[in-house]
């Protein structure tokens, strides 16, 4: 009996140009959106998903044949997939639209579906959701209109010797969870999932020679036009300053006061 030819995995890692993590949100003067003219990186919920796809490859049980990573975004979203090619993904996919085009999770997913029926990707790694919208419902969305299987809120993963199947432990409610699915599969990471390689220099310097595909919605027959419309952001209300009690008592008190109790 012949033994079974490893299979070789094509992973696909969307990675989204948000907000810097560590800036202060700022609401913008229309009332309507954020204020955008300030640093922005690679989503970090997107760099677990990069560092995990790259992990793979690196483990001799996983026979990993490419990884591209893909952005939807601005022509400044090219750092974004330089940063990921960096830390080690093979090839770059980059979908342009204008500054400040919103563009929404259904649109996002849409637009992941072509990308993937054409380039006939295996696996999807991606952040469960990005900092700056926190919608969190892309990877569902897409499983959804691949009709493929998903495992969210990994926290592990692991693929067989075959690259046949794959174990994914995801976080729940007081505990873990393990799932097993065959490929093709959708995965969204969790924070405790890695921790994000830095890219030396060198590998930044063997990015820019790597090979990035570029493309207008148009191209790809997608349209980017909302379904929503955003009709207020507000900052939260300021916390009011504490005050200190002398015993107890008081604390009760205070707080029949405040009707809490």
């Known amino acids: 009996m012949r033994p079974t030819v490893p299979r070789l995995v094509n ?5 989204k140009r948000s907000i810097d993590y560590a800036v202060k949100i700022r609401v913008a003067s229309d009332g309507k959106s954020v204020d955008t003219n300030v640093k922005h990186s690679m989503n970090p919920f997107d760099e677990i998903a990069v560092e995990e796809a790259i992990r793979l490859r690196e483990k001799k049980s996983t026979k990993v044949d490419n990884i591209t990573a893909i952005s939807i975004g601005p022509t400044k979203a090219v750092d974004t997939i330089r940063t990921a090619l960096a830390m080690g993904a093979d090839t770059g996919i980059h979908i342009i639209v204008p500054e400040n085009t919103v563009v929404e999770p259904i649109s996002v997913a849409n637009a992941l579906k072509k990308i993937i029926q054409d380039k006939k990707f295996d696996l999807v790694i991606m952040g469960k959701q990005a900092i700056d919208d ?3 419902s892309t990877g569902g969305m897409l499983a959804g209109l691949l009709n493929w299987s998903q495992g969210s809120f990994a926290s592990k993963l692991d693929i067989n010797q075959d690259g046949s199947k794959i174990e994914v432990t995801r976080e729940i ?5 393990k799932i097993e699915s065959k490929l093709p599969l ?9 921790e994000p390689r830095y890219a030396s220099l060198p590998n930044i310097m063997k990015a820019k020679k790597k090979k990035i595909e570029t493309f207008k919605p148009e191209d ?16 939260p209300q300021k916390r ?13 008190s205070k707080m029949k006061e405040a009707g809490v109790i």
């Open 186 to 194: 959708i995965v969204t990471t969790d924070l405790r999932l890695n």
């Open 220 to 235: 790809l027959g997608l349209d980017f036009t909302p379904r929503f419309e955003t009709i207020s952001v507000s900052e």
């Open 134 to 136: 926190d919608s969190g």
């Open 240 to 252: 009011q300053g504490g005050g200190k009690v002398e015993s107890v008592d008081e604390l009760v």
């Open 11 to 15: 992973i696909l890692v969307p990675v």
């Open 173 to 177: 409610d007081g505990g873990l969870e």
